[in-house]
């Protein structure tokens, strides 16, 4: 199985700040990767699919990029409903095996 | 608009076998490259995926639950049911389905509001 491993596991930050989350695959898996937000008491949302390509309606703070085996999430000019869980997930396997990082929660500083 | 919603029991026994059903709208169950998975979130951890259904009837589980696991499609309906057998309390978690649709590389782009279970006696 394909194992996604997400860094910082947490970390603080105050509005309007910019921050990394990074997720690394334990093998190749092209561009087959994908962002969730998941915010307290609410499903995920998709934010960020295939690498780099941001979801219809996701404000464009949200950006995405890597390939292979290592992948960055930033958000720019944080807002309060930013503060949440996130969440990479892999959809190369075949046949499917969709596995998810272990999230990372960004918490207000 | 497409929305999935999750439903079942809010209680299991352990040993029992858990069936949910999520009813879907706004997309067919039977519509090329669409597909519906389920995961599970116990409380206070990660996303854990746990099976996946195609338009095709194609299905796939996870490796460590799969012989547990049992998934299929009402298309008529627009349901898909998931059946977990030998339910423990380490099973307690929110079940939630989600959508694969037609984004490059299938990313989950609709969920549903997730339904919650306890194993308890």
């Known amino acids: 199985d394909i194992q996604m491993t997400q860094s910082p596991s947490s970390l603080s930050a105050s509005v309007g700040d910019r921050v990394t989350i990074t997720c690394r695959a334990s093998?190749?898996?092209?561009?087959?990767l994908h962002w969730y937000r998941q915010k307290p008491g609410e499903a995920p949302e998709l934010l960020i699919y295939?690498?780099?390509h941001l979801q219809s309606g996701v404000p464009s703070r949200f950006s995405g990029s890597g390939s292979g085996t290592d992948f960055t999430l930033i958000i720019s000019n944080l807002q309060p409903e930013d503060f949440a869980t996130y969440y990479c997930?892999?959809?190369?396997?075949?046949?499917?095996?969709?596995?998810f990082g272990q999230g990372t929660k960004l918490e207000i500083k | 608009q497409v929305t999935l919603r999750e439903s079942g029991p809010v209680v299991v026994r352990p040993t029992e076998t858990l069936t949910l059903t999520c009813t879907v709208s706004?997309?067919?169950?039977?519509?090329?490259?669409?597909?519906v998975s389920w995961i599970r979130q116990p409380p206070g951890q990660a996303l854990e995926w746990l099976a996946h259904?195609?338009?095709?009837?194609?299905?796939s589980f996870s490796a460590s639950l799969k012989t547990r696991l049992s998934i299929y499609k009402d298309t008529s309906k627009s349901q898909v049911v998931l059946t977990m057998s030998n339910m423990d309390p380490l099973d307690t978690a929110t079940y939630y389905c989600?959508?694969?649709?037609?984004?490059?590389?299938?990313?989950?782009?609709?969920w549903g509001p997730g339904t919650l279970v306890a194993v308890s006696s």
């Open positions: 989600a959508r694969t649709g037609v984004q490059l590389a299938r990313p989950f782009d609709s």
């Open positions: 706004g997309f067919s169950l039977s519509s090329p490259r669409v597909g």
């Open positions: 259904i195609f338009s095709n009837d194609e299905k």
């Open positions: 093998q190749s898996i092209s561009t087959f």
């Open positions: 295939a690498a780099s």
């Open positions: 997930q892999q959809s190369y396997s075949s046949p499917p095996a969709y596995t």
